[in-house]
């Protein structure tokens, strides 16, 4: 039997903690967020990685909102995008001190 699961995503499946899996979300291009949110949200609640599950519910928003007549997402909306990346690349850099 072969593994037909998205590398990144069996990545996230198997990672070693909470700090792996940051690193992983960190890295996830956009296309795969929108494309397996639902396996990324359950590998999230399934390890109670809450962190996680706020960063990808908050990164989808982000792809997923309605744009001004700028093409630009609204100004709270990614400023707390960023503070939700700057928390959780900080996190997953802690694990490699």
């Known amino acids: 039997m072969t593994d037909t699961m998205l590398p990144m995503l069996r990545q996230l499946y198997d990672a070693d903690g909470d700090r792996s899996r940051a690193d992983i979300l960190l890295r996830m291009p956009d296309s795969v967020m929108l494309k397996y949110r ?12 809450e962190v996680g599950l706020a960063f990808v519910d908050m990164r989808t928003s ?23 990346r700057i928390a959780l690349a900080e996190f997953a850099r802690a694990g490699a001190e």
């Open 38 to 49: 639902g396996s990324i949200v359950e590998c999230c609640r399934r390890a109670s990685f």
């Open 62 to 84: 982000i792809l997923l909102a309605v744009r001004d007549e700028n093409g630009r997402v609204p100004e709270d909306r990614t400023a707390m995008a960023e503070r939700y």
